[in-house]
């Protein structure tokens, strides 16, 4: 095992990421590959505690988040990618986390209560839902992980995790540690209509896009709801517009439109323009790679492949070591 901390982080395969995917989760794992022992998994069986009525894309959209993650600079040389259903344990060790977790445990989860009011058009009131936390519990446990890179919201997962960690040590003996929460800091951007940016709001500029689509995108974007002329003062506090700016484009630049926007010198259509011609080109490394990944399947096939075989030997370790404090290794 590597002297570095591991990690292990998971997104689940329901189709092509967006910029707050990418800016709330991957760019952070990009970056923690350097300090961390990561692992990196495609949650494919967790896409199921959703959308199990259509798992027809799920191929597809498994092979477009692996260019999207290697597109963005994940590296098998650095990190340890894989799939979850290429590890099977992680379907184990879940039913024997099920067998300890307290169903209270999981019905206070805040995001199952969330998720059932707002995934509406869904039926969510199935077992495998309510009890996704234990899969959780279990990808991440299997590998020992020690820290959880999640978002504010997410802390309670992790909460869960530690939970069923100190249960199954507390009965049969110490096996797991207690992984922490690693928060992340992540940029406040929101969709091209200021809601929050999401495939299923149609609000979203996606990794993928091409720099026409990128440029089509932002200048829809709605700016300074406040701001109806150009001889309207703006307010760059208040608009999704500068926060891009902020993340895209040079200081200098940055300050500038900022008093502009307050002196109504500067009209948005410009200021996008400006925007959209940064993010383009902050984007072209990652339009390069995904066609490199594109053009060449066997590649990104070999990367999963090679990747899932490391988990899964380390699954197997794990798996050992529960049954034999279980007492089930006949
Ligand atoms: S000028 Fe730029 S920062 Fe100001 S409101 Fe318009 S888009 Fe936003």
Same mark, same amino acid.
């Given at each position: 095992?590597?002297?570095?901390?591991?990690?292990l982080?998971?997104?689940r395969p329901t189709?092509? %990421?967006?910029?707050?995917?990418?800016l709330?989760?991957?760019?952070?794992w990009v970056n923690?590959?350097?300090?961390?022992?990561c692992y990196?998994f495609?949650?494919?069986?967790?896409a199921l505690?959703s959308?199990?009525?259509n798992?027809?894309p799920?191929?597809?959209?498994?092979?477009?988040?692996l260019i999207?993650? %290697?597109?963005a600079? %994940?590296?098998?040389?650095?990190s340890?990618?894989?799939?979850?259903?290429?590890?099977p344990?992680?379907t184990?060790l879940?039913?024997?986390?099920?067998m300890i977790?307290p169903v209270?445990?999981l019905?206070?989860?805040p995001t199952y209560?969330d998720?059932?009011v707002?995934?509406q058009?869904?039926?969510l009131?199935?077992?495998?839902?309510l009890?996704?936390?234990?899969?959780q519990?279990?990808d991440?446990?299997?590998y020992?992980?020690?820290?959880?890179p999640?978002?504010?919201?997410?802390?309670?997962h992790?909460e869960i995790?530690r939970?069923?960690?100190r249960?199954?040590?507390?009965l049969?003996g110490?096996v797991?540690?207690?992984?922490?929460?690693?928060l992340?800091?992540t940029p406040k951007?929101?969709?091209l209509?200021r809601?929050k940016?999401?495939?299923s709001?149609g609000n979203?500029?996606?990794?993928?896009?091409?720099p026409?689509?990128?440029?089509k995108?932002?200048?829809?974007?709605v700016?300074d709801?406040q701001r109806?002329r150009k001889s309207?003062p703006?307010n760059?506090?208040v608009?999704n517009?500068?926060?891009?700016?902020?993340?895209?484009?040079?200081?200098?630049?940055?300050e500038?439109?900022d008093k502009?926007c307050?002196?109504?010198t500067?009209?948005c259509?410009e200021?996008?323009?400006i925007?959209a011609?940064?993010l383009?080109e902050?984007?072209a490394?990652l339009?390069e790679?995904?066609h490199?990944?594109?053009?060449h399947?066997?590649?990104v096939d070999?990367i999963?492949?090679?990747g899932?075989?490391?988990?899964h030997q380390?699954?197997?370790?794990t798996m050992?070591q529960?049954?034999?404090?279980l007492?089930?290794?006949y």
């Open positions: 095992m590597s002297d570095k901390k591991r990690i982080s998971g997104m189709g092509p %990421l967006h910029m707050g995917n990418y709330g989760a991957l760019a952070n923690m590959q350097a300090q961390y022992d990196f495609v949650a494919d069986w967790h505690t959308d199990y009525e798992p027809g799920m191929a597809e959209y498994v092979r477009q988040i999207d993650w %290697l597109s600079g %994940l590296s098998p040389d650095q340890t990618i894989f799939i979850q259903s290429k590890v344990e992680h184990e879940y039913l024997i986390f099920s977790t209270p445990w019905e206070r989860n209560k998720q059932i707002q995934l058009n869904k039926d009131s199935t077992f495998g839902f009890g996704y936390p234990v899969l519990a279990a991440i446990l299997m020992k992980a020690q820290g959880v999640v978002g504010v919201d997410q802390v309670p992790v995790t939970e069923i960690a249960r199954f040590n507390y049969y110490p797991f540690p207690e992984p922490e929460a690693i992340t800091e951007i929101l969709g209509d809601r940016m999401s495939k709001y979203a500029i996606y990794l993928a896009d091409t026409d689509e990128i440029e995108k932002v200048m829809q974007m700016t709801p109806a309207d703006g760059p506090d608009c517009v500068f926060e891009f700016h902020k993340l895209y484009t040079d200081k200098a630049t940055v500038q439109i502009e307050r002196r109504a500067i009209g259509v200021c996008k323009k925007m011609a940064s383009i902050a984007m490394p339009h790679k995904r490199y990944y594109e053009s399947p066997e590649i070999q999963m492949t090679e899932s075989a490391k988990a380390v699954a197997i370790e050992a529960v049954k034999e404090t007492k089930m290794n």
